[in-house]
């Protein structure tokens, strides 16, 4: 009877830790891509506010660099 219960006692906590962890992860995960979005959104916006002459004089590959990475790196530094 002890080992049964045993069992069921470890089986019952490792689906309960199981479960917590598959919903802290995406949760976290959920957070991680709106906040994501929010900061690409924000990028974006204050590129269009950039002057036509602005735009000429840098490649475009710096403005897709900031819409990408560096939103990447800015929403990594965001605790989770």
Do not use: C, H, W
């Given at each position: 009877?002890?080992?049964?219960?045993?069992?069921?006692?470890?089986?019952?906590?490792?689906?309960s830790?199981?479960?917590?962890?598959?919903?802290?992860?995406?949760f976290?995960?959920?957070?991680?891509?709106?906040?994501?979005?929010?900061?690409?959104?924000?990028?974006?916006?204050?590129?269009?506010?950039?002057?036509?002459?602005?735009?000429?004089?840098?490649?475009s590959?710096?403005?897709?660099?900031?819409?990408?990475?560096?939103?990447?790196?800015?929403?990594?530094?965001?605790?989770?």
């Amino acid at each position: 009877k002890q080992l049964l219960f045993a069992a069921i006692l470890i089986t019952i906590i490792e689906i309960s830790r199981n479960l917590f962890n598959f919903l802290n992860r995406r949760f976290s995960n959920m957070f991680y891509r709106d906040t994501l979005t929010t900061i690409q959104v924000d990028v974006a916006t204050e590129i269009l506010k950039l002057e036509t002459r602005e735009i000429d004089n840098n490649p475009s590959g710096i403005f897709i660099d900031r819409l990408k990475k560096d939103t990447n790196d800015i929403a990594d530094i965001l605790p989770l």
